[in-house]
């Protein structure tokens, strides 16, 4: 089994993005899903963050400020990520929209001081 991930984060229009300007993660969507491509299980988060979430995020994600808001504090979503990983762990191999979400996970965690619940798995 493959645990597929997708994050959504905080965006700016390339044109107004400030320097140093890094998105915050604010949804987490995984999936558990075997080789043929079934869906074993889901989990889905909303995640808090410094930054807003503004009006061109919302318009590209469909998340808004108050989604965000709602959401869990980071350290508890990675709490919860790591949970819902640890449902198959003879897994250990996750895949993503590339390299973004991997560096994503690994920026956010170091951030806040937390362990990245991925660390170790084999990433494609």
């Known amino acids: 089994m493959i645990l597929v991930i997708d994050l959504e984060s905080t965006c700016v229009p390339q ?43 919302t318009e590209l994600t ?25 449902k198959h762990p003879d897994g250990k191999v996750w895949g993503s929209w590339g390299n973004s979400d991997r560096n994503s996970f690994s920026n956010e965690c170091s951030k806040h001081g937390v362990e990245n619940p991925l660390e170790g798995w084999l990433h494609r």
């Open 15 to 57: 044109e107004e993005k400030p320097d140093g300007y890094h998105g915050q993660i604010i949804e987490i969507g995984a999936a558990w899903v075997t080789l043929e491509g079934v869906v074993i299980d889901t989990f889905e988060a909303f995640v808090q963050a410094e930054n807003p979430v503004t009006a061109f995020c």
């Open 62 to 86: 469909g998340i808004t400020q108050k989604d965000a808001d709602n959401g869990l504090p980071y350290p508890a979503a990675m709490q919860a990520l790591s949970a819902f990983a640890a």
